[in-house]
């Protein structure tokens, strides 16, 4: 099976996490222009903390810079105190909702199936889903990292999922906040077997979707990082809280 890569235009995805507060909003400004000026070769998205979301949303009106969530619940309403549905995401103006990470999965025991459930109600909003995979560190020094992702993938993926309303993050738990990273070969390795499990899940779609990689993405090692086979943009965490770090990423695209 074929796996030459598509060209296909990268993401830059800043993950907030529970970080920012109202005055942050003036970063979200900062990023607008950025990215409004500079002519960056990727769709770019910060994706905020829940309250902020809303501002964001209103900060970030008429440029190229757009806004998502970090998480929500797979119902659109109803008895589930502090949840959050996507539904009303959108209405605060989320144009898509990271679903599955690391720490959601590993923080709140959070199952395929419910990552795929989560994931669904997102593109049922016509929103994106960016679905995050990704071995800890005990499975990777087992080797069962494919299999690992392999599996994820499979179970957290809806089968209404097209390349426009789904992405894909590979975010080794271990590389996460550590300023460690698997080697270029290892990364290319994941990629490609989430490539070709694409296509097996998807024969003609499946050489067309985002494969973004997270975990301690920086300014020093991201343009390294963007230009390995079959990865496809990058989910940045602590990187996209600084504006001279984030810029320095978005340019390395
Ligand atoms: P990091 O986080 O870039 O701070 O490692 C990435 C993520 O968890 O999405």
């Not at 796996?3 to 235009?9: D, F, M, T």
């Not at 996460?176 to 998807?202: A, E, Q, Y």
């Not at 943009?233 to 504006?243: E, R």
């Amino acid at each position: 099976m074929s796996v030459r890569p598509l060209k296909i235009r990268p993401a830059i995805i800043g993950n907030w996490k529970m970080n920012g507060s109202g005055k942050e909003i003036k970063l979200v400004s900062r990023f607008a222009d950025f990215v409004n000026k500079h002519k960056i070769a990727a769709d770019v998205m910060i994706c905020p903390p829940a309250t902020l979301i809303d501002r964001a949303g209103l900060a970030v009106k008429g440029s190229k810079l757009r806004i998502g969530a970090q998480n929500c619940h797979n119902e659109p309403s109803g008895a589930h105190t502090g949840d959050i549905s996507a539904t009303m995401l959108k209405d605060a103006g989320a144009r898509a909702v990271i679903v599955g990470h690391s720490e959601r999965r590993t923080g709140y025991d959070e199952t395929d199936k419910q990552v795929r459930q989560k994931a669904q109600a997102v593109i049922d909003q016509g929103l994106q889903a960016i679905i995050c995979l990704g071995e800890t560190r005990q499975q990777f020094n087992k080797g069962q990292t494919l299999q690992v992702v392999g599996r994820q993938l499979r179970g957290s993926l809806p089968s209404s999922a097209t390349p426009q309303n789904t992405l894909i993050a590979y975010e080794p738990v271990w590389a996460i906040g550590s300023g460690r990273t698997p080697k270029p070969d290892d990364i290319i390795k994941v990629h490609t077997h989430l490539r070709k499990t694409l296509l097996k899940l998807h024969p003609k779609a499946g050489a067309k979707f985002k494969i973004l990689y997270g975990g301690s993405v920086s300014a020093a090692n991201a343009s390294t990082i963007l230009a390995l086979e079959n990865v496809n943009g990058a989910l940045v965490g602590g990187a996209s809280l600084s504006f001279k770090d984030f810029t320095a990423i978005l340019r390395s695209v």
